[in-house]
Nanobody, 126 residues
Framework: QVHVVESGGGLVQPGGSLRLSCAAS????????MAWFRQTPGKEREFVAT????????QYADSVKGRFTISRGDAKNTASLQMNSLTPEDSAVYYC???????????????????WGQGTQVTVSP
């Protein structure tokens, strides 16, 4: 069993920054790709960013490119998401996911990841 836990969510003003952290633990015998998704009420969960198992490559949604940065942590199967220049449209529940996508297309879809965290709320508001 693999457990994924996110932390770091909270309330931030527009233009501010926030850093989310994620850790996958348990039966993690291999290095996973790590990803962040987000979801707001009335919308489907959307891809935000991912970093591959080695940390060599990253991918971002167009909506966050240039503002968000995903990186792997020092410990295996940990990751962070640095969010800068936040806007109210970034408000959502952010979910961390871990897995080994079989294809490049799956790296940006929910189906590409086997393990998910419970989510952490990010609210961008004056």
């Amino acid at each position: 069993q693999v457990h994924v836990v996110e932390s770091g969510g909270g309330l931030v003003q527009p233009g501010g920054s926030l850093r989310l952290s994620c850790a996958a633990s348990g039966r993690t015998f291999s290095s996973f790709d790590m990803a962040w998704f987000r979801q707001t009420p009335g919308k489907e969960r959307e891809f935000v960013a991912t970093v591959n198992w080695s940390g060599a490559t990253t991918q971002y949604a167009d909506s966050v490119k240039g503002r968000f940065t995903i990186s792997r942590g020092d410990a295996k199967n940990t990751a962070s998401l640095q969010m800068n220049s936040l806007t109210p449209e970034d408000s959502a529940v952010y979910y961390c996911a871990a897995g080994r996508p079989w294809s490049e297309t799956d790296t940006q879809t929910e189906a590409g990841y086997n393990y998910w965290g419970q989510g952490t709320q990010v609210t961008v508001s004056p």
